[in-house]
């Protein structure tokens, strides 16, 4: 708290005494001067955030954009989002193994394009494709079909994904049925570090 707001906050209390001593000496507590002292308590309560959190629920907290790969909604961790790109062209890999798809140019250099609704076997044109990175390691691309929001899940609630090749990139499903996908598993796969 800073020096004004407890200064602010020692007046409050300071005359929050005063009106109960009033009321302990027998003025009614519907008198209009208890009423209004009571109005700056309330203001400052009012002010606060609606949340004051400490670190361990902020850590618990994940940012994510909410995208579509077909009738499927996923989600990624919105830190670890470079950008969002209307795809252009992306060039299949011979012998790609899914989810890989293929590879496409972005500022000058070739992620490797994801496809998380598996058989896709052509980008379209209203594809987006969601860059990741974080300025270490290779910049992936993941296509999807469309972006639907950004919202906040709590790690503590998510629930194990299935166990294969989508439960090792995806750090567990929301109540609300969100499978959210583990940005830093994709990236050790893309390209692993030295």
């Known amino acids: 708290m800073s020096e004004t707001t407890t200064r602010h906050q020692e007046g409050i209390d300071e005359a929050l005494a005063r009106v109960a001593a009033r009321i302990a000496a027998g003025a009614a507590p519907d008198d209009a001067t208890a009423r209004l002292a009571l109005l700056p308590a309330r203001a400052v309560a009012l002010a606060r955030p609606l949340a004051e959190q400490d670190e361990a629920t902020l850590a618990d907290q994940l940012e994510v954009l909410v995208f579509r790969v077909g009738d499927e909604r996923l989600a990624l961790a919105l830190s670890a989002i470079v950008a969002i790109v209307r795809v252009s062209v992306v060039t299949p890999l011979p012998r790609a193994v899914a989810p890989v798809h293929g590879v496409t140019a972005w500022r000058g250099r070739p992620p490797t394009v994801l496809s998380p609704g598996g058989g896709r076997a052509i980008a379209e044109p209203g594809d987006r494709l969601v860059v990741l990175g974080d300025g270490r390691r290779a910049v992936v691309g ?38 959210v996908l583990d940005s830093d598993a994709m990236l050790n796969a893309a390209r692993p570090e030295p």
């Open 142 to 179: 993941l296509l999807v079909d469309g972006i639907d929001d950004t919202v906040v899940v709590k790690r503590s609630t998510l629930a194990p994904a299935t166990a294969g090749a989508r439960g090792a990139f995806a750090l567990g499903i929301s109540g609300d049925a969100l499978l």
